[in-house]
């Protein structure tokens, strides 16, 4: 059996890469909005859709593939990845002394059996008080400012970070521990991705 990763994101190909398994990416050309206010529920559909897109475009039915979307959410607010500096400073200012939640939805799509799984992964972030000071300090010096909503727990944004309550992964985009979970589900195991 081969994993499709539907993304194009680097931080989810590292991800996998841990479990030294092979894979293939194919990139959905979906537009990522979902007309849904619950953030789970958003995710969710966004992760449906991207891997609907790739199992049209894949030839064999000896495929999994997995999709996911992620977002950082507080107080009703949707956050996706800033398009400016200041929109990221002022993600900051907003995520200062508070918690936000990391929310990843993903679907799997095991093309042989003929099965779906769609789930949603919640992880709590606890961010300290970040003063003015440092937060130009951060926006001058970290790499991934544009990247969710302004922060990668891989990042210099660690430590601004007092906890995580849940999947460290699951912020980062994709939950491992609950992804494993489900190809269990479909039965199957690592070794069948060798």
């Not at 992964?121 to 010096?141: A, G, L, M, N, Q």
Request: overall charge neutral; proline content about 2%.
């Amino acid at each position: 059996m081969k994993i499709i990763l539907a993304s194009g994101s680097k931080t989810r190909r590292k991800i996998l890469d841990t479990l030294n398994i092979k894979y293939d990416v194919l990139v959905s050309d979906v537009e990522e909005t979902a007309d849904k206010s619950d953030p789970r529920k958003y995710v969710e559909e966004l992760s449906m859709l991207k891997a609907k897109s790739v199992s049209k475009k894949v030839s064999t039915n000896c495929a999994v593939i997995i999709a996911a979307d992620s977002i950082i959410y507080k107080d009703g607010k949707i956050y996706q990845k800033p398009k400016s500096i200041k929109e990221a400073m002022e993600n900051l200012k907003e995520f200062s002394d508070s918690k936000n939640q990391g929310i990843t939805g993903v679907t799997i799509i095991d093309m042989l059996n003929m099965k779906e799984i769609t789930f949603s992964c919640v992880t709590d972030v606890y961010f300290k008080e970040i003063c003015s000071e440092d937060i130009k300090w951060y926006v001058e010096h970290e790499k991934d400012l544009l990247k969710k909503a302004g922060y990668s727990l891989e990042g210099t944004i660690s430590l601004f970070v007092e906890k995580i309550d849940g999947d460290f992964y699951n912020v980062l985009g994709l939950p491992l521990g609950m992804l494993y979970t489900k190809l269990n589900e479909l039965g199957y195991k690592l070794k069948d991705f060798e």
